[in-house]
């Protein structure tokens, strides 16, 4: 049942990507692209806990790339904030 909620909101990232990937090429601007990549970073940590064993979400390597994801996403906001 857990496999199937990972897989579930590694969906909505990657539907979360599309989106803003969508933005991106209308705009140009790299606040979208951020945000894409960081969806997909969130999206393929929850398909590697899907595949893995349950209790191995506590294993640094999966809270390194949600660090990441989150990171990138500071990152693309400061960068707008910045760039006035």
């Known amino acids: ?9 590694a969906m909505g990232c990657v539907v ?3 989106f803003f ?7 140009s601007d790299r606040f979208f692209v951020g945000f894409a990549i960081a969806f997909v970073l969130l999206a ?4 590697a806990l ?6 191995a979400e506590t ?4 809270y390194l790339l ?3 994801a989150f990171l990138l996403i500071a990152w ?4 707008k904030n910045r760039r006035r």
């Not at 393929?44 to 398909?47: G, I, M, P, S």
């Not at 294993?59 to 999966?62: A, F, N, R, V």
């Not at 693309?76 to 960068?79: E, G, N, R, S």
Request: hydrophobic letters at 45%; zero cysteines; proline letters at 5%.
């Open 44 to 47: 393929v940590n929850r398909t």
């Open 76 to 79: 693309a906001i400061i960068d």
């Open 16 to 18: 979360a990507a599309l």
């Open 21 to 27: 990937w969508r933005f991106y090429r209308e705009t």
């Open 59 to 62: 294993t640094p390597y999966y």
């Open 50 to 55: 899907a595949l893995s064993h349950p209790t």
């Open 66 to 68: 949600r660090l990441a």
């Open 1 to 9: 049942m857990l496999e199937l909620l990972y897989g579930a909101t």
